[in-house]
């Protein structure tokens, strides 16, 4: 998914979550974090902490991939042939 702004990666943060049926209670739980913490990303990503994210991506078995704008989409693998 390519995300370039705050509120488009607290949106995948959230159809992440969704999707993997955890509430927000569940998901602060596994990384040792507040219910609001979840809540206050999902709704305000521009006022939360880099650290949040990484817990929350750990939270939901998701990681973070930066490619340069326009690079061809790395997650479909190696594209070129040996």
Not at 16 to 21: F, S, V, Y
Not at 29 to 47: D, I, L, M
Request: charged fraction near 25%; charge should be positive; hydrophobic fraction near 40%.
């Amino acid at each position: 998914m390519k995300v370039t702004s705050p509120e488009a990666l607290s949106t995948a943060i959230k159809n992440a979550r969704h999707q993997k049926n955890l509430s927000q209670q569940a998901t602060a739980a596994r990384v040792g974090v507040k219910q609001a913490t979840v809540s206050s990303f999902e709704n305000h990503p521009e006022k939360s902490r880099i650290e949040t994210l990484f817990k929350l991506l750990s939270a939901l078995d998701l990681e973070l991939r930066v490619v340069e704008r326009g690079a061809p989409d790395s997650a479909n693998g190696w594209s070129e042939e040996w």
